[in-house]
Each structure stands twice: as C-alpha cells, then as structure tokens.
C-alpha cells in the first residue's frame, strides 16, 4: 500500500473518522487511555480557550501526543509527525451540554496553539460555508437521505453556490437563485460568469 501524504500545504491536521481503519480507533483508545491516566507520565501537549457569544459558553480542549510509532499502520501516513484530539462542548443555560471528540494527525512542526488556530480557522471555513448553504439552498431542510444523495448535492450546490458568486449583478445569493429558476437568460448569465 502506497504511503498517504498528510498535505503540508492543509493547516496541521487531517481529521480521523471512523471509515479509516483501524486508524481512527486506534488513536481514540490512545487519547482514552492518557485521559484515564490523567496523562501521567505521557508527553503531551495541553492547551483551552473558552468562548462566549450569542448566549452560549464554547469551551475547546486541545492535546497532542508525540508518541506515534505505536499506532498500527502509522508508517502509512507520510510525515506523521503527531495525533491530536480537540474535545469541544457548548453550554446554553437550561440545555444538556453535548461534548465532541475529534482526532487528528499532525504532520506539521508547531505547538498546541498553532493546533488550535488551524482548527478554528478550518471550522470557521467550513460553518461558513454550510450557512451560506443553508440560507441559499435550504440543505437542512433537504429530504434527501439515501445512498451518496446528500454527499451528490451538496458538491452541486457548492457549485451552484460559487456561480451565484461570481456574477456579477446586485442583489443576494438567494434572490440570484430564484431569479435563475424563474428566468433562463439570467441562468445562462450565471452558467456563463
């Protein structure tokens, strides 16, 4: 099997789900064990911003461990250098407070701070781009659930989103769309900006 490639040229992680092996349970059982032993005698990194806005207390927890080798199959991973994990949860009074594991391979050289930023800074893309998604198409509203389905439209309405970007005429994104349904000129006008 070919060595994988953590991309230099992505911020310093590449998140693990659980379609990846035995890779992603691996490094989960690896941050279980140092988080029931307190991390005692494990070296690692630890860092925590906490958040308020809109009502709500975010708190984030960050940790690196260098100490990869162990990990089956690691030496797949080209320049694997670290595994991190960022455990988040938001606290809205009178609500259940959720926690989210994720974890992640480092390949970039840099603390537990530049881990942090480049984490932010990849959510904040990514939550921008599904609200945008949302107000334009509706998406969380969409029904469609089988099959690749909701992968298939959520690559055409990126698409879509990116045309209604890049034309040039005054008004929202949304009004765009639905002027496009409603006139075949002005969606030939997007298609072609």
Request: charged share 30%; proline share 3%; aromatic share 8%.
């Amino acid at each position: 099997m070919a060595a994988r490639k953590c991309n230099p040229s992505l911020p310093p992680r590449s998140g693990l789900k659980g379609n990846q092996g035995t890779l992603h349970k691996d490094v989960q059982q690896l941050f279980d064990w140092a988080d029931q032993t307190e991390f005692k005698g494990i070296e690692h990194e630890a860092y925590q911003t906490i958040d308020k806005c809109h009502g709500r207390l975010e708190i984030r927890r960050y940790w690196l461990l260098d100490n990869v080798e162990h990990l089956e199959n690691a030496q797949q991973w080209q320049g694997l250098k670290r595994v991190g994990m960022i455990e988040s949860e938001r606290r809205i009074e009178g609500k259940p407070t959720p926690r989210e594991r994720r974890y992640y391979l480092i390949s970039l050289d840099g603390g537990i701070e530049r881990f942090a930023g480049a984490s932010r800074g990849h959510w904040g893309i990514e939550n921008k781009m599904h609200w945008s998604i949302d107000e334009v198409f509706n998406e969380d509203d969409s029904l469609n659930s089988k099959g690749h389905a909701p992968e298939n439209m959520t690559v055409m309405r990126k698409i879509a989103l990116n045309l209604l970007a890049k034309e040039s005429s005054k008004g929202s994104k949304k009004a765009k769309r639905l002027k496009a349904g409603w006139d075949n000129d002005f969606l030939i006008q997007v298609l072609l900006a």
